[in-house]
């Protein structure tokens, strides 16, 4: 079973940006300075990050896809990262 903070549990039980379902989702424990994130198994979808790896991906849009996950997760962007490179 998935544990989900409580930050998350109003949403799909991944991070994601899509609205259907993920084709492709890891679940990470990662370290991070927010005590609502810490120690805890979280769903990510990584096919809706890829985009964020793209050394040609404008600042703009980085900011964009980074503000998206901000807003509807209260996750900040260093967890993000953290999430996305498993650290």
């Known amino acids: 079973m998935l544990?989900?903070?409580?930050?998350?549990?109003?949403?799909?039980?991944?991070?994601q940006l899509r609205a259907g379902?993920?084709?492709?989702?890891?679940?990470?424990?990662?370290?991070?300075?927010q005590p609502e994130f810490?120690?805890?198994a979280l769903c990510i979808c990584?096919?809706?990050?890829?985009e964020l790896n793209d050394e040609n991906l404008s600042e703009e849009r980085r900011n964009e896809?980074?503000?998206q996950?901000?807003?509807?997760?209260?996750?900040?962007?260093?967890?993000?990262?953290?999430l996305l490179n498993g650290r």
């Open 38 to 40: 810490a120690n805890k």
């Open 3 to 15: 544990t989900v903070p409580s930050k998350l549990s109003a949403h799909e039980p991944c991070i």
């Open 65 to 67: 896809l980074v503000q």
């Open 21 to 33: 379902i993920c084709p492709h989702k890891i679940i990470r424990s990662v370290t991070t300075k």
């Open 69 to 82: 996950v901000k807003d509807k997760y209260a996750l900040d962007e260093q967890t993000l990262y953290n």
């Open 46 to 50: 990584i096919s809706d990050f890829k």
